[in-house]
């Protein structure tokens, strides 16, 4: 994930961030977390987890929520 605007923002406001997907007909899913280090600048690397997203990415709309 990349703050693109306004220039000289950081990621420093998190401590953490999670990534979820739901569709219609389908549970919620954990797809990506990280934990915000310390000094992290506009740029923040998230892991995403070994989830097969194929039934979410075939239905004709998705959700994602990101809880911080």
Avoid: W
């Avoid at 709309?61 to 990101?66: A, D, S, V």
Wanted: negative net charge; aromatic residues 8%.
């Amino acid at each position: 994930m990349v703050i693109t605007s306004p220039t000289g923002s950081d990621f420093s406001f998190l401590n953490s961030i999670k990534v979820y997907i739901a569709s219609e007909g389908l549970e919620e899913v954990l797809i990506a977390e990280q934990e915000v280090p310390d000094g992290v600048g506009s740029t923040l690397d998230v892991d995403v987890l070994d989830i097969d997203l194929q039934e979410y990415i075939k239905k004709d709309e998705f959700n994602l929520r990101i809880k911080r």
